[in-house]
C-alpha cells in the first residue's frame, strides 16, 4: 500500500540488522526477519526502480545495551 502512493523520485530506506550475517544467541527468528529483509529491497527494486523508486537497506552494528551484553 505505501508503495502505490510513492512518486518519483521517491526513497525507502529498511532497518535491517547485523544479525543477519552473524548470529547471536536466542536470536534465530529476529535474525531470520532481517535476514528477509536484505531480500526485500532486491526484489522491490526490480518492481519499482524503473518508475523512479530507491529503495536502501542499512545494517546497524551492535550496540552496546544491557539487552546485547547478557
Avoid at 12 to 22: D, G, H, K, L, M
Avoid at 32 to 60: C, E, F, M
Amino acid at each position: 500500500h505505501a508503495l502505490s502512493s510513492e512518486r518519483p523520485p521517491s526513497s525507502i530506506v529498511i532497518n535491517a540488522s547485523f544479525t543477519a550475517q552473524r548470529g547471536m544467541p536466542v536470536g534465530a527468528l529476529y535474525a531470520a526477519t532481517k535476514s528477509a529483509l536484505l531480500a526485500l529491497p532486491q526484489n522491490l527494486t526490480a518492481d519499482y526502480g524503473r518508475k523512479g523508486v530507491r529503495i536502501n537497506t542499512i545494517s546497524p552494528g551492535m550496540i552496546d545495551t544491557e539487552a546485547v551484553c547478557k
